[in-house]
């Protein structure tokens, strides 16, 4: 078992209006990207906030979800049905859209990966493989959940802790 100390962590639950909150955290309204990218943004820009660290390219970021960005891909689709031009539309349904936003919103340059999985506690042995990381939970529906913890591998003597079963062992409306 590897132990983890928790840097940064968001886990409160997704407000009326966080897209408001992350137009402040960035200064300016993101553009092209898909509410389940800017969902990601504004939770992540969250986590970071509440730390006196810089992410630096070294952390890895991992982000776990169970539906992704279907919402829009759903779109497309029917745009597609539709012979309809969609651009903008498609790029959305790329969930990797959201490390092209913390690229450009934080200067990152490190290794991030999305993991898609029916349930959460089957994904974490894939999420917890670094020494540094930035882990979350994202999904739009059926509410939107926006959950970072940033871990650092820590040594299990150095730490007052208590072990957890799973980090997404909770509902996307409780606190940890």
């Not at 689709?77 to 092209?100: K, V, W, Y």
């Not at 990152?108 to 979350?136: F, K, P, S, Y």
Request: proline share 6%.
């Amino acid at each position: 078992m590897r132990t983890f100390k928790i840097i940064a962590c968001n886990n409160i639950p997704v407000e009326n209006d966080w897209q408001q909150q992350l137009v402040t955290l960035l200064g300016s309204k993101p553009r092209r990207l898909s509410r389940w990218c800017e969902l990601g943004l504004w939770g992540a820009l969250s986590c970071l906030a509440r730390s006196d660290q810089r992410l630096g390219d070294e952390v890895a970021i991992r982000v776990y979800s169970e539906l992704g960005t279907m919402k829009v891909t759903q779109l497309a689709i029917a745009q597609a049905r539709e012979h309809l031009p969609m651009p903008f539309t498609f790029m959305q349904t790329q969930p990797g859209q959201l490390f092209n936003a913390f690229g450009s919103a934080l200067n990152w340059h490190g290794d991030g990966a999305i993991v898609a999985a029916n349930t959460r506690q089957n994904a974490e042995t894939l999420l917890l493989q670094e020494q540094i990381v930035l882990v979350a939970w994202v999904d739009e529906t059926p509410q939107p959940v926006s959950r970072w913890l940033w871990l650092q591998s820590a040594d299990v003597e150095e730490l007052a802790w208590q072990p957890l079963p799973s980090l997404f062992q909770t509902s996307p409306t409780a606190q940890w």
